[in-house]
């Protein structure tokens, strides 16, 4: 295997890239000169959005492999694309890379690359590959279109609040990584839930193309109550969500329970699941549920938008009620 | 002043862009939600890049100023559009922060970019900002729009080669930083052409509303000559240039002369000037030579695309010809 020293800068580029096999029907300009280019289809909204991954902060080489880490780098990006409604189209993928990683991890990130890539019929379409001794990092610009996008802002009181999949998994799947803790074949979903989550595109694609009259979406990447908090302060209303809705899978649940871990922080504040919560009059709600249903998509409500107060409460099983504190995102600083 | 521990993720982004005001008058969402958005205009093409700079690699902090840094950041990203012929209109940015980069830095940081947003007219439409204790780097995606693209490949036997501005003034800035060499106003231009790069966006304009026929484009960042292989390459040409038509402005003229500093390397070599480098057929060069003398923009016919040798030759000032090496780009691995 030749080395990333030899190869040179051009040379690392070209050889990365020739493993990619995506390539838009429409791309006017891909990898290779200043800039990409690509037509703009009229009638159409531009959706953008950047995301790093720092070695350490958001991931670990010792608990992923190259491959999850490719794909979930471009995951996290083309989620933010589905949480507006919108279809991620392109992305420009920048590595700063230091000398210990080496050709064949690159060619396996790379892989991981191609296979959302195809999957989501996403292309790669320029990047910058830099030199950066202390540090490996990956960042990820993506470029997405909507005909209508959905914003957080627009939720109105009395307005039903859906999330799509279940929650906590990645959160648990992190702490399972390393663990010796009881579990099998639950344990590897919940890992893989964190180390690989699926971008909720398609289902963005079924709200998108539906006439319902989606009020406001957000992907759920700081957890539930943090990101039903975005939703609440740029709606300006509050929110309320049940205990006993909350969705859980049932690989969640058993881990949970074998192990006497309690589900609800993790269902409330376990951030990275990358699903999508979002909300609409109530009188779309059966429309969407049975639309979910034809598509196979898991969808559940969990709550309702209220004008005050502007908090999320929770209602406990038992009926309690119990303001949710906003915390202050994941404070990494 | 607070420190950026204390303002979390959300208060320091709500913190740093409050102090842009640059935006563009179509934005339909701006920084605050996943993904800004934007309506596309149909006629135009997209045309997008992305760049990194790393601290230690791409710049000091010991040698330049955090508004110079954010300008440059900038700067060199929107060479990129200028390159194709684009123009800017927006720009995503990524801050990998170690802690001792502390909030006042990132203020003045935000103020270069809000110049450069200000004086070309880009939106800073979104970003990350993200942990990075071993490293400080900053990523700026930016997506420009052009009618017609001026790329790398096109350039065809009998075109002549211009470049705008002057060569080599950055890489003389470069070595000055620092040395105690003989120089006062001229050290301070030469340093500031590598600090401070002006995008030649301006120019480009001109280029892309010329009824001129471009038939190929570069922003000179690797150096002339390397940058001129990348054109021949892709155009599968030679170039020939000639050595007393290498622009330089009297700040290097009188550097090199003071400093028994040979320019020749430089000129040819110097990285990161950021100047154009196009070709045209020999027809178009006296319209090009008004309207530019007209926009008081400079520019130099340097040489002239060959069908062979494959190669880019110089000729010395006493006539004789020299076959120029290719590097293989700025090989920081």
Redesign the interface.
């Known amino acids: 295997m030749r080395k990333?020293?030899e190869l040179?800068?051009?040379?690392?580029i070209q050889h990365l890239t020739s493993s990619l096999n995506f390539r838009a029907s429409d791309s006017?300009?891909g990898i290779?000169?200043?800039?990409?280019?690509?037509?703009?289809?009229?009638?159409?909204?531009?959706?953008?959005?950047?995301?790093?991954?720092?070695e350490?902060?958001?991931f670990k080489l010792s608990t992923t492999t190259p491959e999850a880490l490719g794909r979930k780098a471009l995951s996290v990006s083309l989620s933010?694309?589905a949480?507006?409604g919108?279809t991620p189209k392109?992305v420009?993928?920048?590595l700063?890379?230091p000398?210990r990683v080496s050709l064949l991890f690159l060619d396996k990130l790379y892989s991981g690359f191609n296979e959302i890539c195809n999957q989501f019929e996403v292309e790669l379409?320029?990047?910058?590959t830099?030199?950066?001794?202390?540090?490996f990092?990956i960042?990820i610009?993506v470029?997405?279109?909507?005909k209508r996008?959905f914003?957080?802002?627009g939720a109105k009181p009395g307005d039903l609040i859906f999330v799509t999949g279940t929650l906590g998994d990645s959160s648990l799947g992190l702490k399972l990584i390393g663990k010796k803790i009881k579990g099998g074949k639950d344990n590897k979903f919940l890992i893989n839930r964190h180390l690989d989550p699926t971008p909720r595109v398609k289902e963005a694609g079924i709200l998108a193309r539906s006439k319902l009259d989606i009020t406001s979406m957000?992907?759920i990447s700081d957890g539930l109550v943090q990101d039903l908090y975005h939703i609440c302060k740029?709606s300006n209303v509050g929110a309320r969500i049940y205990q006993d809705r909350l969705p859980q899978s049932p690989e969640f649940a058993r881990t949970c329970g074998k192990n006497s871990i309690s589900p609800l922080p993790l269902l409330l504040n376990g951030g990275e699941d990358y699903e999508l919560l979002f909300t609409l009059p109530a009188d779309g709600a059966k429309k969407l549920t049975r639309q979910f249903l034809k598509a196979k998509v898991f969808v559940t409500q969990v709550g309702e938008i209220a004008l005050k107060p502007r908090k999320v409460l929770l209602e406990l099983r038992d009926g309690t009620m119990k303001t949710l504190p906003e915390s202050?995102?994941?404070?990494?600083?």
């Open positions: 990333i020293k040179g800068e051009f040379g690392l006017i300009l290779g000169d200043d800039c990409a280019v690509y037509p703009v289809k009229s009638g159409m909204k531009e959706v953008i959005s950047t995301d790093a991954l720092v350490d902060i958001h933010d694309i949480a507006m919108g392109r420009l993928v920048t700063g890379l000398e379409a320029g990047g910058d830099v030199s950066s001794p202390k540090c990092f960042n610009a470029i997405g279109e909507a996008v914003t957080r802002k957000i992907d740029a202050e995102g994941f404070n990494h600083f």
